[in-house]
C-alpha cells in the first residue's frame, strides 16, 4: 500500500488539488446568487495585493505627464487658447438656442406626465487596472466604499456609458464593463425608439439583442440607454450600429461600436446619486396641463352679458337642456387632463349658417380658473367671426403642427347633437 | 524504469529566494492586469502569469511544487476578474504539473525546447479552460484554432526571452 502511494504521490496530489478546485466551483456555481459575498474575502486579497502597484504607477505616470503637458511642452497654447475663446461665442449662440427647445421639451414633457432621470451627483474616478483577462472584462478605479461608491452605480465617460460597479472595496471599486459576457443594459434606437438588450459577446464585441428580424434598423444609428434596468438613466449615449444581420430566433444580430473607447479608459464618472421626479419648467411650475393648453389654444370668448339677455328674450323659452333642433356637429380640438386628474374637453360647433335662433347650443366658456369647460349658451349669430373658428389642428408654440393626442380615458366623450338625448 | 531523455546527473534542479518566489508571480499579475490598460490587445495574446507558472516548474522539476506553484497563480489571477475562482486555478495546476513533469525527462534549458514547450502548454491551458469554463459554469466561449495558434506563438515567443531574464535569480541546490 505504502509502495503506491509513494509511486503515485506526484498524481494523487495533483487530483487531490484538483478535485478541491472543481469542489469549489462548483459550491459557486450552485450559489451563484450570492457567489460575490462568498468569494468577496479571497477576492479582497488580491485586489489589495496587486492595487498598490498600480495605483502608485498611475500616480507617477501621471504627475511625469503633467509636469511635461502643463510646463514645459506649451508649444500652440496661445493659438488654441484664441480658437477656444472664438468656440465658446459659437457655443454660447448656440446654448441661447438650445435652452429655447430644451424649455419647450420640458413643457411639453409635463404634458404627458413624463417623468425624467436626473443625474444628481457623480464622482470621477481613474482607472488604475483591469482583469488582465479577455474573458473577465472589467476594470478597477481608484474610488471604493470610501467615496460613496456601491454596487450596480452607473459607471460613464462623457462620450457615453462605460459599465456599472460590481464589487466595492473600500478605496477601490471593480466595473464591469458592458462589452463582458455577463453585462445587460436596457437600451433603445434612437429614431426608432425600438427597445433591447445591450450584451457583451466573447470576443470582445457589443451587441444589441432582442430586436424582431422585421424591424428596419440602420447602420450608424444611435443608441441611447432606455433606463429599463434601472442603473443607467434614459437617455444617455451608448454607441452606433455598426452592422446588421440576422440573428438567432427570429432576432436581428445588431453590433454596436460603442461610444465611450473601452479600450483606452482612463477616468470615468461613477453615478452615486441618481433621483427620479417629474419633469418641471421654471417659468410653469404652478400651472396645470389644462391652463397652458387653454392660454396657447383660441376659443370662443364669453358672450356679453347684454347678448345673452337679448337672445333669451328672443327665444323666449331658452332651456339650457333641450337640446337645439338645427343639428350642431361639435367639434373636439384637444383633450388633455390637468395635473389634478380632472380633463377637459374643449368642443367648438362649426360654422353652419342658421336662419332662426336656436334653443340651446354647446358652447365653451372659460372658467375663473382658465379651465374651458363645455356650456350651453343661446346662439344667435348666423355666421360665426371667422377669428373664433378653431384651427382643426393646434399649434404649438414653434408654429408647427402638434399631434392629436388621444383621449385620456376619464376624458367626457364627444357630445354628439344628433344623438337623441 | 521511465524513459528520460536526460540522465539524472544533467538535470539541474534550482530553487529560488523567498522574494522571487513571491515577487515574480506578484509582477507578473500586476504586469498582466495593468499593461491592457495602455495596450489593449496585451491581454488577448499574452498570459504572463502561465509563463511564469512554466518557468518555475521547469526549473524546480518537481511536479508537487510545480502544480501548487500554478494553482497559486492561478487562483490569484482568478481573483482579480469576476469569474468564479478556480478556473485559471485549475488550467494553471495542470500545466504547472505537466511543466515539472516534462522538466524531469527532456532539456528544457536551449531556446528551441522552450519554445515548443510554451507553445504546447498554452495549448493545453487554453483548452483546459475552456473545457471547464463551458462544462462547468455553462460560460459561452467559442474555440478558435488561429488565434489560439497566434497567441501560442507569441506566449513562446515572449516566454524565451522572459525565461532568459529570470534564469538570473535561479540558485543552484
Not at chain 1, 112 to 127: C, D, N, P, Y
Given at each position: 500500500m505504502e509502495s503506491v502511494l509513494g509511486r503515485y504521490r506526484n498524481l494523487i496530489i495533483l487530483v487531490g488539488v484538483l478535485f478541491l478546485q472543481v469542489l469549489g466551483l462548483a459550491m459557486q456555481v450552485k450559489k451563484s446568487g450570492n457567489d460575490e459575498e462568498k468569494t468577496r474575502l479571497i477576492r479582497v486579497w488580491a485586489v489589495d495585493a496587486v492595487?498598490?502597484?498600480?495605483?502608485?504607477?498611475?500616480?507617477?505616470?501621471?504627475?511625469?505627464?503633467?509636469?511635461?503637458?502643463?510646463?514645459?511642452?506649451?508649444?500652440?497654447?496661445?493659438?488654441?487658447?484664441r480658437q477656444l475663446k472664438e468656440q465658446i461665442e459659437h457655443m454660447r449662440l448656440e446654448q441661447v438656442r438650445l435652452s429655447d427647445d430644451a424649455a419647450q421639451?420640458?413643457?411639453?414633457?409635463?404634458?404627458?406626465?413624463?417623468?425624467?432621470?436626473?443625474?444628481?451627483?457623480?464622482?470621477?474616478?481613474?482607472?488604475?487596472?483591469?482583469?488582465g483577462s479577455d474573458l473577465s472584462r472589467i476594470i478597477y478605479i481608484d474610488k471604493g466604499?470610501?467615496?460613496?461608491?456601491?454596487?450596480?452605480?452607473?459607471?460613464?465617460?462623457?462620450?457615453?456609458?462605460?459599465?456599472?460597479?460590481?464589487?466595492?472595496?473600500?478605496?477601490?471599486?471593480?466595473?464591469?464593463?458592458?462589452?463582458?459576457?455577463?453585462?445587460?443594459?436596457?437600451?433603445?434606437?434612437?429614431?426608432?425608439?425600438?427597445?433591447?438588450?445591450?450584451?457583451?459577446?466573447?470576443?470582445?464585441?457589443?451587441?444589441?439583442?432582442?430586436?424582431?428580424?422585421?424591424?428596419?434598423?440602420?447602420?450608424?444609428?444611435?443608441?441611447?440607454?432606455?433606463?429599463?434596468?434601472?442603473?443607467?438613466?434614459?437617455g444617455l449615449p451608448v454607441g452606433k450600429v455598426t452592422e446588421v444581420g440576422n440573428g438567432k430566433d427570429l432576432f436581428l444580430n445588431i453590433k454596436i461600436k460603442p461610444a465611450a473607447d473601452l479600450s483606452k479608459l482612463e477616468e470615468v464618472l461613477v453615478l452615486i446619486e441618481k433621483q427620479e421626479q417629474p419633469a418641471q419648467s421654471e417659468d410653469a411650475v404652478h400651472l396645470r396641463a389644462s391652463d397652458i393648453l387653454a392660454q396657447r389654444l383660441p376659443s370662443v370668448p364669453d358672450k356679453p352679458a347684454a347678448d345673452a339677455k337679448s337672445a333669451a328674450a328672443g327665444t323666449g323659452?331658452?332651456?339650457?337642456?333641450?337640446?337645439?333642433?338645427?343639428?350642431?356637429?361639435?367639434q373636439i380640438t384637444k383633450a388633455a387632463r390637468n395635473s389634478s386628474g380632472a380633463s377637459s374637453v374643449h368642443i367648438t360647433p362649426l360654422p353652419e349658417p342658421r336662419t332662426e335662433p336656436a334653443d340651446g347650443a354647446?358652447?365653451?366658456s372659460r372658467k375663473s380658473d382658465g379651465t374651458t369647460v363645455p356650456t350651453t349658451a343661446p346662439t344667435t349669430a348666423a355666421e360665426p367671426d371667422a377669428a373664433q373658428i378653431k384651427p382643426a389642428v393646434p399649434r404649438t408654440k414653434s408654429g408647427s403642427p402638434s399631434t392629436p393626442s388621444p383621449p385620456p380615458p376619464n376624458s367626457q366623450p364627444p357630445v354628439d347633437q344628433n344623438s337623441p338625448q | 524504469?521511465?524513459?528520460?531523455?536526460?540522465?539524472?546527473?544533467?538535470?539541474?534542479?534550482?530553487?529560488?529566494?523567498?522574494?522571487?518566489?513571491?515577487?515574480?508571480?506578484?509582477?507578473?499579475?500586476?504586469?498582466?492586469?495593468?499593461?491592457?490598460?495602455?495596450?489593449?490587445?496585451?491581454?488577448?495574446?499574452?498570459?504572463?502569469?502561465?509563463?511564469?507558472?512554466?518557468?518555475?516548474?521547469?526549473?524546480?522539476?518537481?511536479?508537487?511544487?510545480?502544480?501548487?506553484?500554478?494553482?497559486?497563480?492561478?487562483?490569484?489571477?482568478?481573483?482579480?476578474?469576476?469569474?468564479?475562482?478556480?478556473?485559471?486555478?485549475?488550467?494553471?495546476?495542470?500545466?504547472?504539473?505537466?511543466?515539472?513533469?516534462?522538466?524531469?525527462?527532456?532539456?528544457?534549458?536551449?531556446?528551441?525546447?522552450?519554445?515548443?514547450?510554451?507553445?504546447?502548454?498554452?495549448?493545453?491551458?487554453?483548452?483546459?479552460?475552456?473545457?471547464?469554463?463551458?462544462?462547468?459554469?455553462?460560460?459561452?466561449?467559442?474555440?478558435?484554432?488561429?488565434?489560439?495558434?497566434?497567441?501560442?506563438?507569441a506566449n513562446a515567443f515572449l516566454g524565451v526571452l522572459l525565461y532568459f531574464l529570470l534564469d538570473k535569480f535561479k540558485q543552484r541546490t
Open positions: 492595487t498598490p502597484f498600480e495605483r502608485a504607477v498611475v500616480w507617477a505616470q501621471n504627475g511625469s505627464s503633467s509636469l511635461w503637458h502643463n510646463y514645459f511642452y506649451l508649444r500652440g497654447v496661445r493659438a488654441e487658447n421639451a420640458r413643457r411639453l414633457q409635463i404634458l404627458l406626465a413624463f417623468k425624467e432621470q436626473f443625474i444628481s451627483r457623480t464622482v470621477a474616478a481613474q482607472v488604475i487596472g483591469s482583469s466604499k470610501n467615496a460613496g461608491i456601491e454596487p450596480d452605480m452607473a459607471v460613464m465617460t462623457s462620450d457615453g456609458i462605460v459599465g456599472k460597479v460590481l464589487l466595492v472595496y473600500p478605496s477601490v471599486a471593480q466595473v464591469l464593463l458592458i462589452s463582458d459576457q455577463s453585462s445587460g443594459v436596457g437600451a433603445m434606437l434612437e429614431k426608432t425608439r425600438l427597445q433591447g438588450v445591450l450584451r457583451g459577446t466573447p470576443n470582445g464585441e457589443v451587441a444589441l439583442e432582442r430586436v424582431m428580424s422585421d424591424e428596419q434598423v440602420q447602420v450608424g444609428e444611435t443608441i441611447l440607454t432606455s433606463g429599463g434596468d434601472q442603473i443607467f438613466p434614459k323659452t331658452a332651456d339650457a337642456a333641450t337640446p337645439p333642433q338645427t343639428p350642431i356637429k361639435p354647446s358652447t365653451p | 524504469m521511465p524513459i528520460t531523455y536526460t540522465s539524472g546527473e544533467q538535470v539541474e534542479v534550482y530553487r529560488f529566494s523567498f522574494p522571487v518566489t513571491i515577487g515574480i508571480p506578484l509582477l507578473a499579475l500586476f504586469v498582466q492586469a495593468f499593461v491592457p490598460l495602455r495596450f489593449p490587445r496585451f491581454a488577448v495574446y499574452f498570459d504572463l502569469p502561465l509563463l511564469v507558472t512554466i518557468f518555475f516548474a521547469m526549473a524546480r522539476r518537481s511536479p508537487i511544487s510545480g502544480l501548487l506553484t500554478g494553482s497559486v497563480i492561478g487562483l490569484a489571477q482568478d481573483m482579480l476578474g469576476h469569474n468564479p475562482i478556480g478556473l485559471y486555478g485549475i488550467a494553471k495546476t495542470v500545466v504547472g504539473y505537466g511543466a515539472s513533469s516534462l522538466g524531469v525527462k527532456l532539456d528544457v534549458e536551449n531556446a528551441g525546447a522552450r519554445f515548443l514547450v510554451t507553445l504546447a502548454f498554452y495549448l493545453v491551458h487554453a483548452a483546459v479552460y475552456f473545457t471547464v469554463a463551458r462544462g462547468m459554469v455553462n460560460m459561452t466561449q467559442t474555440w478558435s484554432w488561429p488565434h489560439g495558434i497566434v497567441a501560442g506563438l
